[in-house]
């Protein structure tokens, strides 16, 4: 029995971009299916036309053999559909209890009975395995406990498909292990599981057969077991791709950001950042791994001049910059690749070559005292959108009509054009496709080699290990590993410290702070 | 000054707080239940507009205040799902929608006054009734507060009442439940099968009943005729109210009442010959003035920029 | 044809057939309200145009609306709802009288002067909103809002207790000095007064200002995306104040010239509504200022073919109140015709797949 059919899909979303371009699909009953792809191949539209979120441009759709129109989420609920997103669906000011009964209320009179939704959530958490802090607000959990309650909402509502789109993303090596020995039960008790995944080892690991997108389009179904991880990337790609990058050997020189003792505690009382020191010199990439929200994009903000409270040292090139608002530190030859490229990185309704000189507007060539220079500003980005790879009309093109790659792209060429001592990666090719990212992380290594000192946070393993010279790795606000030399690493170990088994000792700490 | 302070020391004084809160207290429900829903409903000035006329011109025709009570309600809410449509249908910017919707009521209630009444400024020719006070016996029992809480308009209790029932309805119903989601993150509502549209739609006709009983008060109790525009911002300060209150209607209720008492002071300083242009800014400058103080105070919590 | 150039094609059908809906909806509602709803409705379409004098009087209802669709139009591109023009224009008018009172009778610069105060009673009206919003990130809507009426009930006051006319019937100021009257354009019986020669240059004058200048950048981005502004290096703070604070620098004038120019004294009673009818002027113009002209002279034709049809008529004139807001919620409604929108897309996106890759 096929659990779900979905026949020649086409979703054009109402900017012109076409995520899909008529896709067949199809998972049997009980089977776990991953759904592999690289990033804008159309994986996430595709589960979202499923679930009732997207609605098909065209197409049709099965469910248990069933043709169904799936017009919103509550009719996908209703046909025994879950999924979990990539980014949580969770009100963070509810309980977990209200979070998972939301829509499905037990009453007594007209007032809901929390004592009875409690019993609910801990009965499902017994039943499935999967321990849940009923009576706590959703905002204090850890990432891995949130993800737990999404994956409970899913199957207290009755769901028999349960879609899961890259789970293991904001998780540890170790948590993954947990989650991937939770769906094997499910499955095993009857449940059809979609995975969404680029990270070709867990779909070998997890699933029983998988699909392939690229491009919107379904270029292959395969028994997992009979297709190498070669042959996936191969066709995912669609060409031979090497995603190796030549890591050149560094030759730092001075130290260019000096962090020390750096401590913070947020609005809500947390305190986030726990004595923090570490140093960045020109002609190096210091990488910072960790699972999210160990504090990474506090630090960030804080050394980037978007958040401030912080107590302890910053400073750049000599100079003491704590707490400094960011329209200071960027006349201070600091550039920034944010974690959030829509919300802070570009102005989606601006111009490619509006947003290009955004720090850079008030400056020679581009402006005089006042007025500004149209022409100078059309020649700059003219050659930046053709050094940097930009696919668009053109300079007078908005920013919101271009690809998630492209637009990043647009940011970097910005970011790589400023002349800054000081680079600032956060998260510099998360959800980019494969070729963005190649040219992303090729510009890191041509700055670095160019005697920037580059601060990568990331927490794709992958690229840290890939590109950074030193390590450090975050927990919990703290600095709980530190290596000098990245050579021989492996992401397993890296996960140790990512989850607080190991530590290094604070001599060892210490020293990621050279002078 | 003297006087002044025999005023506001007063039992009278307490009293007309209470009364000229009433149709804030109104609005601030109204501003509070979309609020929370994550709609910002800019629209309460003219659904109160609305009603007040409805309610003059109904009960002028029927005879009876209670219909009239009941055209203005309706006519409020007739209001606020246009509002509804617009904003959550057609997808016009909800702000000025809003603004859109109060130039609306303005211009129709004006036209139609004139046009039944052959007077632009005021309903005084129409003959319309008013809603009726209650004394209730065992509260004017009581000594000195019996004066203050008792025999008021009955719509005036009615909005003591309403902040209880807003208070439960969100914090213990499953509506009130959905309306907080839908406010916080509508994408995990819409994720559990909750219609964000609907739950919107709910949440702005609760917020034009109680604009239209703010309203209905404002022509048919407060005074017993329509005038032109006769909302004079409080459906505004409805909403500055609610912003003092936060996320509770018994906050926003105290934010009601300290505007009130600013009205009601601007009133007894009237008495004592102050120019009438003088008082009537003071409920105004009230608002600026608390406005301010509760953005510095929330202010200096914050750390980020954005 | 491109893609950009369909997209624009739509736009400006899609506010053609908002003004023809508004104008379908103004001839209902005349129905209903007057006898002889096709001679109203005749009235309200030709009377600006059906005499040497009505068709001044349209050019002069247009003149304060040029001023107020570029004050709106500026917060509006930073995404700032101050709406509190109305208050700003009737302080700025406030100011001009005082000034226009008090201040030396030198011709030529005598109307300079007056303007240049009331430039900046305007701003300093604006100042208020601004400054909390700046320094206190509070509401800018509510508190401009307030601002409106505090504005109307201090303006009375201070004509009411310091400049009154006794002389005359009813609350008007005194009489400008003839220094402070503005020049006619042009040698006609009527009163057609440089004020609009001063609005258009306003607004090329705005439009320079937003497109060409880095100020205008800066307001642009931050209206555009405030945190990328942020991001970027832009000190928002400072945005947020000037660009209040400039708009309500051109409500004011706007005040000073109608007073200068029309009144030669100080005649409101009632707000004017001019401010809120700006932000129609802002909406229709798409916050452009070249677009304000064309928008303010369709606001200003409707308002006073309403006036006239009130006058001749006897219909109320507020009903153009309804067609405007009707015009609001429409032109901003992106739904609205949303399908022919999503249709070209779509068109354009298919036509790319099949010849581009």
């Given amino acids: 029995m096929k659990a779900v059919e979905m026949h ?5 979303y109402p900017n012109g971009v076409v995520a899909n371009r008529g896709v067949d699909f199809e998972v049997e009953e009980g089977e776990i299916h991953a759904l592999v792809g690289e990033n804008g191949a159309g994986k996430t539209t595709l589960m979202k036309i499923l679930f009732g979120i997207e609605y098909p441009t065209s197409g049709e759709i099965r469910v248990f053999g069933k043709k169904v129109h799936i017009t919103n989420p509550h009719v996908a609920i209703s046909l025994g559909i879950g999924m979990v997103h990539q980014h949580f669906m969770l009100v963070p000011s509810l309980t977990v209890a209200e979070n998972m009964i939301l829509g499905m209320e037990p009453t007594k009179f007209t007032s809901i009975d929390y004592q009875r939704a409690v019993k609910m959530v801990e009965e499902a958490a017994e039943k499935y395995g999967l321990p849940v802090p009923a009576k706590e607000k959703v905002l204090d959990l850890p990432v891995g406990i949130k993800q737990r309650v999404e994956i409970l909402k899913a199957l207290i509502r009755g769901a028999k498909i349960l879609i899961l789109d890259e789970p293991t993303a904001v998780l540890t090596p170790q948590e993954t292990g947990e989650l991937f020995q939770a769906l094997r039960n499910l499955a095993k008790s009857g449940m059809t599981i979609i995975f969404i995944s680029h990270k070709l080892k867990e779909v070998k690991e997890i699933s029983d057969r998988l699909t392939i997108l690229r491009n919107g389009k379904n270029v292959g179904t395969f028994v997992t077991s009979e297709i190498s991880e070669e042959e996936i990337s191969r066709r995912m790609v669609g060409r031979e791709v090497e995603l190796v990058i030549e890591r050149t050997e560094s030759k730092p020189r001075d130290v260019v950001l000096r962090v020390e003792n750096l401590e913070y505690t947020r609005e809500d009382g947390v305190k986030v950042l726990n004595r923090i020191s570490f140093s960045v010199r020109s002609g190096e990439i210091l990488g910072v791994a960790g699972v999210e929200g160990n504090g990474q994009r506090e630090l960030v903000e804080i050394l980037t001049g978007l958040r401030f409270g912080a107590m302890g040292k910053v400073i750049l090139n000599g100079e003491n910059i704590t707490n400094q608002p960011s329209h200071i530190l960027r006349r201070k030859e600091m550039a920034h690749i944010p974690e959030d490229r829509v919300e802070l990185g570009v102005a989606l309704k601006a111009t490619i070559a509006e947003n290009l000189i955004s720090d850079r507007y008030y400056k020679d060539p581009f402006c005089g005292r006042m007025v500004m220079k149209p022409q100078k500003i059309r020649e700059f980005a003219e050659q930046a959108i053709k050094n940097f790879n930009i696919r668009a009309d053109g300079p007078d093109s ?11 792209k647009v940011l970097v060429a910005r970011e790589f054009t400023s002349d800054a001592k000081l680079l600032i990666a956060d998260q510099p090719t998360r959800g980019i496709d494969v070729g963005s990212t190649e040219f992303v992380r090729k510009k890191l290594i041509e700055a670095k080699d160019e005697g920037v000192a580059v601060l990568l946070v990331s927490a794709d393993l992958q690229e840290i290990l890939q590109l950074s010279d030193r390590i450090i790795v975050m927990y919990r606000g703290e600095i709980v590993g530190y290596f000098p030399k990245n050579e021989g690493l492996t992401e397993e170990e890296l996960g140790y410290y990512m989850l607080g088994v190991r530590r290094h000792e604070e001599s060892r700490i210490k020293e990621a702070l050279i002078s | 000054m003297n006087s002044v302070l025999r005023g506001i020391l007063s039992t009278q004084f307490v009293y007309s707080i209470l009364r000229v809160s009433t149709p804030l207290i109104f609005a601030t429900l109204g501003a509070l239940l979309s609020d929370v829903s994550g709609v910002i409903n800019i629209a309460l000035e003219g659904m109160m507009l609305m009603s007040a006329f409805w309610g003059v011109m109904v009960s002028a025709w029927t005879g ?9 309600v309706v006519s409020s809410i007739l209001l606020a799902l246009a509002l509804a449509y617009f904003h959550l249908n057609l997808k016009t910017d909800l702000i000025l929608a809003g603004i859109a919707l109060n130039i609306f009521s303005s211009g129709f209630t004006v036209s139609l006054l004139f046009m039944i009444s052959g007077d632009k400024g005021s309903s005084a020719s129409v003959k319309s009734y008013v809603l009726p006070r209650l004394n209730i016996p065992f509260l004017g029992k009581i000594p ?18 309403s902040v209880f029932l807003v208070q439960y309805l969100i914090y213990k119903t499953p509506l009130g439940l959905k309306m907080k989601a839908v406010g916080e993150n509508p994408d995990a509502a819409q994720s559990v099968g909750v219609s964000v549209i609907r739950v919107k739609y709910i949440a702005l006709i609760l917020s034009g009943l109680m604009a239209g009983l703010g309203g209905a008060f404002l022509s048919m109790g407060y005074v017993s005729w329509f005038a032109r525009d006769m909302t004079n911002g409080r459906g505004f300060i409805g909403l500055a109210a609610q912003a003092l209150g936060g996320h509770s209607a018994i906050g926003g209720m105290l934010g009601a009442l300290l505007f009130g008492f600013a009205e009601a002071l601007s009133y007894t300083l009237q008495a004592i010959q102050l120019p009438s242009e003088i008082t009537n800014m003071l409920p105004f400058i009230f608002t600026i003035v608390a406005l301010i103080i509760y953005a510095r105070s929330r202010l200096s919590k914050l750390h980020a920029l954005r | 044809m491109n893609l950009k150039r369909k997209l624009l094609l739509l736009e400006t059908f899609r506010t053609l057939v908002t003004i023809v809906i508004a104008l379908l909806i103004g001839y209902i509602i005349l129905f209903f309200s007057t006898d002889e709803p096709l001679n109203a409705f005749k009235w ?3 009377g600006p145009v059906s005499k040497t004098r009505r068709f001044v009087e349209f050019l002069n209802q247009t003149t304060p609306l040029i001023f107020t669709g570029l004050a709106v139009s500026i917060v509006f591109q930073a995404e700032i709802f101050n709406i509190g023009a109305e208050g700003q224009m009737f302080m700025g008018a406030v100011g001009a009288t005082f000034a226009a009172l008090h201040f030396p009778s030198v011709p030529f610069l005598h109307p300079i002067l007056v303007m240049i105060f009331a430039m900046f009673v305007g701003g300093l009206w604006a100042s208020v909103p ?15 809002l307030m601002m409106n009426y505090i504005a109307f009930f201090l303006g009375l006051y201070i004509v009411n207790y310091y400049m009154r006319d006794l002389r005359a019937g009813y ?24 004020g609009i020669a001063i609005a258009l240059g306003f607004a090329i004058l705005t439009w320079f200002f937003l497109y060409r200048t880095k100020y205008g950048y800066e307001i642009r981005m931050t209206g555009f995306n405030r945190g990328f502004a942020i991001f970027s290096g ?13 708009s309500g620098m051109i409500a004011g004038l706007a005040g000073s010239i109608e007073m200068m120019g029309l009144y030669r004294r100080f005649v409101w009673q009632v707000s004017p509504g001019y401010g809120f009818d700006g932000i129609i002027v802002a909406l229709l113009a798409r916050n452009n200022p070249l677009g304000v002209i064309p928008a303010a002279l369709l606001v200003g034709y409707m308002r006073t073919g309403a006036y006239i049809m009130g006058r001749l008529s006897g219909v109320a004139p507020e009903i153009v109140k309804m067609l405007q807001s009707m015009i609001i919620l429409l032109i901003t409604a992106e739904a609205f015709l949303g399908f022919m929108r999503r249709k070209i897309i779509e068109k354009e996106a298919m036509r790319m797949e099949s010849g581009g890759a």
């Fill in chain 3, 130 to 144: 601004a400054v909390m919003k700046a320094k206190w990130r509070a509401s800018e809507l509510v508190s401009s």
């Fill in chain 1, 398 to 408: 908005p920013v919101m009509m271009l690809s998630g790659g492209n637009i990043q």
């Fill in chain 3, 171 to 194: 609350l008007v100021s005194y009489k400008y000095p003839k220094t402070a009257w503005l020049p006619k354009l042009i040698h006609i019986r009527y009163n057609l007064h440089i």
């Fill in chain 3, 44 to 46: 309200f379409l030709v």
């Fill in chain 3, 234 to 246: 832009i000190k928002v703070e400072n945005v947020e104040m000037y660009s209040q604070i400039i």
């Fill in chain 1, 8 to 12: 020649n899909i086409v979703k054009i």
């Fill in chain 2, 64 to 72: 009876s205040a209670w219909m009239g009570l009941l055209a203005g």
């Fill in chain 2, 144 to 161: 000195i507060l019996g004066d203050m809480i008792n025999n008021h308009h009955v719509l005036t209790y009615l909005a003591f009442l």
